[in-house]
């Protein structure tokens, strides 16, 4: 009787499990992705082949190079991380280079940035012939080449500069300012004219995410309790644009740090006491003019990881818009 009984309760508890099915590896699931997109990656391959090509090879090289010492002329010798040693302990220069830039970065980027978004977003309120005429207003300095040389003529040195003769005639100051050849103005002139230079890309980009926000986003907000512009701007308009804000952002981060041009032209290059000298510059120094190629690469790295670095943190900085 007892073993009757037994029977069926183990019966019993038997019947109430249910089969699992066998896990699929990981590799194989991404196996199967792979044969059910296949026409999407042969699609992509030719992008992914230049792009590893003509920036991931290139970035690995450089970090390559900038273990060794390598003049273009001999053989890379294995250097270890003496150009590193070398760039934080012993290049003075480089340290100025290093808050020059760090202080181009801090300024011109976020105001860029914003200035570039409320433009935008002012912009696109207008009519669209106006809108088309102010857009092209504020994006021409970015794409009419060495216009910034006006700003040569509006700080030249003597009393026929523009800025120096309206100080002289209101009695500001008795004799005109060497503007270039003082350290104390060169790097906020730089800054000045790096910012109007900058409603360039990232301002187009805006302009053409703020065009692509859905309509009828902003009567669905009306009814879920928003009362005002701001409230619409944080919660349907932003949040709708950000593959834009992160484009922008990439930009805006790039040009702060690789502010070089707008510096030698109108500071010298050098300038003076390296008041207008940037990284990039520091790198153009050594790896153009004095071709010490890993030495330079170890500059480049640097400016690599500071950009890199910059860019995670706009990226988690954006994932909070709209919460």
Known sequence: MQQSDALPAKAKGTSHQTAVPPKTGKWKNIMMDLKR????????????????????????ISILISLTYFNMLEFPRWAGWANYSRLFLDDDIFLIALKNTLIFAVITGPISYIACFVFAWLINELRPKVRAFMTLIFYAPSISGNIYFIWQIMFSGDAYGIVNGFLMRTGFINEPI??????????????????????????????????????TLFEAGAVDGIRNRWQELWYITLPSMRPQLMFGAVIQITASFAVADVAMNLAGFPSVQYSAHTVVTHLIDY?????????????ATVLFIMMLGSNLIIQKLLRKVGD
């Open 178 to 215: 060497l503007w270039f050849q003082n350290p104390k103005y060169t790097l906020m002139i730089i800054i000045i004219v790096q910012l109007w230079l900058s409603l360039g890309t990232s301002f187009l980009a805006f302009i053409a995410g703020l065009q692509t926000v859905d309509k």
């Open 37 to 60: 997109d296949k026409h999407l990656y042969v699609l992509i391959a030719p992008y992914m082949l230049l792009f590893f090509i003509f920036t991931v090879l290139p970035v690995a």
């Open 287 to 299: 790896g153009t003019i004095r071709f010490e190629m890993g030495y330079a690469s170890a500059i």
